[in-house]
T-cell receptor, first 111, second 115 residues
């Protein structure tokens, strides 16, 4: 079993829909990261959080430390949101950004 | 503000050939990393350098070597490429290694095919 599990693996939505991507982890962490990867492109960091909730524009990330679970929400989705969204964790016993990654969720938003 | 720059973006090698992937960052970060990304798997750590002058193995170091040339540059070398090393390679950097909760910055990736 992977230490970081994401669901769903693939998600197709219509423009305007509210989207939720889930991430569960089984190790002790110091922080959880949400990353975005566009086709053929690099990886950019969306959020880093260790508790509670963060919001940036139409993106919201939440984390429940007790349940070892995080969600990434996208409100009013748009075709430009189509990308792979990756959950990663900074493990509690390591320093810096040695991350353990989930497999990613491929999101497609249709117009 | 270039961030993390990787070269080349694409490369095709024959089995047994060698090559070096270059990575440079201009954010004065101490820590640098090399990951590989394969279909159906999350990114996996090959090697990392917590600070200039140090390097350590990650999850999948076999078949690779690294050099932390200076604070800016961290290269990944394949001495004798194998088809199993066909992958997308990402370099990343982050701030002071003692701070656990540090955001990572990634390069654009190098798509390597070994035939």
């Amino acid at each position: 079993k992977n230490e970081v599990e994401q669901s769903p693996q693939n998600l197709t939505a219509q423009e305007g829909e509210f989207i939720t991507i889930n991430c569960s982890y089984s190790v002790g962490i110091s922080a959880l990261h949400w990353l975005q990867q566009h086709p053929g492109g690099g990886i950019v960091s969306l959020f880093m959080l260790s508790s509670g909730k963060k919001k940036h524009g139409r993106l919201i990330a939440t984390i429940n430390i007790q349940e070892k679970h995080s969600s990434l929400h996208i409100t009013a989705s748009h075709p430009r949101d189509s990308a792979v969204y990756i959950c990663a964790v900074s493990r509690a016993e390591t320093s810096g950004s040695r991350l353990t990654f989930g497999e990613g969720t491929q999101l497609t938003v249709n117009p | 503000n270039a961030g993390v720059t990787q070269t080349p973006k694409f490369q095709v090698l024959k089995t047994g050939q060698s090559m070096t992937l270059q990575c440079a960052q201009d954010m004065n970060h101490n820590s640098m990393y090399w990951y590989r990304q394969d279909p159906g798997m999350g990114l996996r750590l090959i090697y990392y350098s917590a600070s200039e002058g140090t390097t350590d193995k990650g999850e999948v170091p076999n078949g690779y070597n690294v050099s932390r040339l200076n604070k800016r540059e961290f290269s990944l070398r394949l001495e004798s490429a194998a088809p199993s090393q066909t992958s997308v390679y990402f370099c990343a950097s982050s701030d002071v290694p003692a701070r656990r909760n540090t955001e990572a910055f990634f390069g654009q990736g190098t798509r390597l095919t070994v035939v």
